[in-house]
């Protein structure tokens, strides 16, 4: 009987008691609350975490906390060779849920339904059977394989310093908290904030009351809304009109008169995404900026810099054309922009935009491109970034990883890049591998999060196929 075979009836013949080991876990709220002493993150972190570490402990595997943060399970007494890095923290449930409530994990139709089946919760039992399968089958691993599960990968992942200040870096590492076949590239993520302030230099006439979209920022905004005072109907519908004959999207654009004050209330309804693909999204607020920007307001430092920024995020410019940093490479593909969030008043105009980084970006051609470009317009510039994180595709560990999902799934292996970030991506040799199919939507962060349970059999047997091949 070959290895892989082995293996597969290990996990089917353990797959109900691996389906009840998360649903346990799935039954915990383990979202983020208050601190409290011993629980950083909140007690439901602190109880998930826990829980994971009675449950390793309960199938033999030797476990260390750290910080009350994050826990780790260690395969065998063997020299470190690879870490799985998986979360037990949650998103919040919101609501719309069908199948179950978020909390009350149910199985059916071969799925588990709950939040945390598919993030993290479901992948991470199934690199802990991986682990068990290859120990308790007997399969040759001279070499350790860790299990690192942190409680605060959802709110920024401040829990994983807590664990890398004391303990190196394995020589690779890849988490369970993504996709299949592999991701190996992570764009870096550069957010900038362009901003102008002057004074008001009028009482009356037309004036600018009030200019909002977006409150988050990695989230193309679908809503936008102004309020203005001093136009005349005529002047604000060819203010309309101008915009709605040049950008051509699907959106809706609404505004409404009140006679009695001269105010008029300007509405558009566009469509939300995530920043990292802004081509997804319609953006109800550079649409709506490029409307103000149509009209004469009294203040004319108020017009000078509507325009200048209007001028900077072209509607549709999702590669940054105009800040000059659509930098293009044959792996990462194109830097993506992403204006997310605008504020404006009589006194001043704030945007604040989302960008994922192609990994050629540089200072030159990015950070010191996209401050030029403001500053030349006459606005001003700050920003933060984080680099890009890319792992060679050409080395074993990748192959063995992609060998071992071809052998399972018969599927080609392939690496990918992403504009998002996963729990690896300040590790230099991290990757992000499953669990979820390359084709399945689990409504991750979403109502009626679900996996298949097949996909769970799949990942813990292309787990145990990696750690054997690498763990040698």
């Known amino acids: 009987m070959d290895l892989k075979t082995k293996i597969r009836q290990y996990i089917e013949a353990h797959t109900d008691e691996m389906v009840t080991d998360i649903c346990d876990l799935c039954r915990i709220d383990s979202v983020r609350g208050e601190a409290a002493p011993g629980m950083p993150y909140g007690e439901g972190p602190h109880k998930a975490l826990m829980a994971a570490a009675d449950l390793c402990r309960k199938y033999g595997f030797e476990v260390k906390e750290y910080s009350d943060r994050v826990i780790s399970a260690d395969m065998n007494g063997g020299e470190r060779c690879l870490d799985i890095l998986a979360h037990m923290d949650v998103v919040a449930p919101g609501d719309g849920w069908t199948k179950t409530?978020?909390?009350?994990?149910?199985?059916?139709?071969?799925?588990?339904?709950?939040?945390?089946?598919?993030?993290?919760?479901?992948?991470?039992?199934?690199?802990?059977?991986?682990?068990?399968?290859?120990?308790?089958?007997?399969?040759?691993a001279s070499k350790n394989c860790r299990l690192i599960l942190g409680s605060d990968e959802e709110c920024g992942s401040s829990d994983i310093?807590?664990?890398?200040?004391?303990?190196?870096?394995?020589?690779?590492?890849?988490?369970?908290?993504?996709?299949?076949?592999?991701?190996?590239?992570?764009?870096?993520?550069?957010?900038?904030?362009?901003?102008?302030?002057?004074?008001?230099?009028?009482?009356?006439?037309r004036k600018l009351i009030g200019f909002e979209s977006g409150d988050t920022v990695n989230i193309v905004p679908g809503k936008a809304w102004a309020r203005v005072s001093g136009f005349g109907e005529d002047e604000i519908r060819a203010a309309v009109n101008t915009v709605?004959?040049?950008?051509?999207?699907?959106?809706?654009?609404?505004?409404?008169?009140?006679?009695?004050?001269?105010?008029?209330?300007?509405?558009?309804?566009?469509?939300?995404?995530?920043?990292?693909?802004?081509?997804n999204g319609v953006n109800a607020g550079v649409i709506l900026l490029h409307l103000l920007k149509e009209l004469?307001?009294?203040?004319?430092?108020?017009?000078?810099?509507?325009?200048?920024?209007?001028?900077?995020?072209?509607?549709?410019?999702?590669?940054?054309?105009?800040?000059?940093i659509d930098v293009y490479?044959?792996?990462?593909?194109?830097?993506?922009?992403?204006?997310?969030?605008?504020?404006?008043?009589?006194?001043?105009?704030?945007a604040k935009f989302d960008s994922r980084t192609s990994i050629a970006a540089t200072n030159d051609n990015t950070l010191a491109a996209a401050a030029g470009s403001v500053e030349k317009a006459g606005l001003h510039f700050s920003y933060d970034f984080n680099p890009p994180h890319a792992v060679p595709d050409d080395t074993a560990f990748i192959r063995t990883l992609l060998d071992s999902y071809t052998a399972v799934t018969g599927k080609p292996g392939k690496c990918v890049a992403i504009g998002g970030g996963t729990y690896v991506h300040a590790l230099k040799n991290g990757v992000a591998f499953g669990a979820v199919g390359e084709t399945t939507d689990t409504h991750m962060h979403g109502p009626d999060e679900f996996m298949p349970i097949s996909e769970l059999q799949d990942a813990a047997v292309i787990y145990a196929l990696s750690i054997a091949g690498i763990c040698v």
């Open 101 to 140: 409530e978020p909390f009350a994990p149910v199985v059916a139709d071969g799925m588990i339904y709950g939040r945390g089946s598919s993030d993290d919760k479901g992948p991470a039992v199934a690199a802990l059977y991986a682990m068990r399968a290859v120990r308790e089958l007997g399969i040759p």
């Open 296 to 324: 004469q307001f009294a203040n004319k430092d108020l017009n000078k810099a509507l325009k200048a920024l209007a001028g900077l995020l072209p509607y549709g410019d999702h590669h940054g054309a105009a800040l000059k």
């Open 161 to 205: 310093p807590y664990y890398y200040a004391v303990e190196p870096e394995a020589p690779m590492t890849f988490s369970p908290d993504a996709e299949f076949p592999l991701i190996n590239i992570e764009k870096g993520q550069f957010r900038g904030e362009i901003t102008a302030e002057f004074e008001s230099n009028c009482t009356a006439g």
């Open 244 to 279: 709605m004959n040049g950008i051509t999207a699907d959106y809706d654009l609404t505004f409404e008169m009140d006679e009695e004050s001269g105010e008029t209330e300007i509405r558009v309804t566009g469509s939300p995404a995530h920043a990292s693909t802004p081509e």
């Open 329 to 350: 490479d044959d792996k990462s593909g194109y830097t993506s922009v992403s204006p997310d969030i605008f504020r404006a008043d009589e006194t001043s105009v704030y």
